[in-house]
């Protein structure tokens, strides 16, 4: 079955940087767009960057432009998302995503915390 399991988040300062792995199984990851969205206290979730399959062409939300990157290593089946010069308002529980098999599939979540 489908499985997207994240890790790499936790406690860091303003202005550190953490780097998000998401763990792929049960489909041809190759094959696939992946997403990483973040949903912070009382907010809605949000979609923070994409990657598409084959060409890798990345896209990402204004508010992490130019701090964070999405790359996908498709021999490790594994999603990253390294974020650099975090701010507070960073601070939320970042979701692998992807559109397989007609619907979406979630991972569980990591939280970030960006904190002093």
């Known amino acids: 079955q489908v499985q997207l399991v994240e890790s790499g988040g936790g406690l860091v300062q303003p202005g550190g940087s953490l780097r998000l792995s998401c763990a792929a199984s049960g489909f041809t990851f190759s094959n696939y767009d992946m997403s990483w969205y973040r949903q912070a206290p009382g907010k809605e979730r949000e979609l923070v960057a994409s990657i598409t399959s084959a060409t890798h062409r990345t896209n990402y939300a204004d508010s992490v432009k130019g701090r964070f990157t999405i790359s996908r290593d498709n021999a490790k089946n594994t999603v990253y998302l390294q974020m650099n010069s975090l701010k507070p308002e960073d601070t939320a529980v970042y979701y692998c995503?992807?559109?397989?098999?007609?619907?979406?599939?979630w991972g569980e979540g990591t939280p970030v915390t960006v904190s002093s």
């Open positions: 995503k992807s559109w397989i098999y007609g619907m979406d599939y």
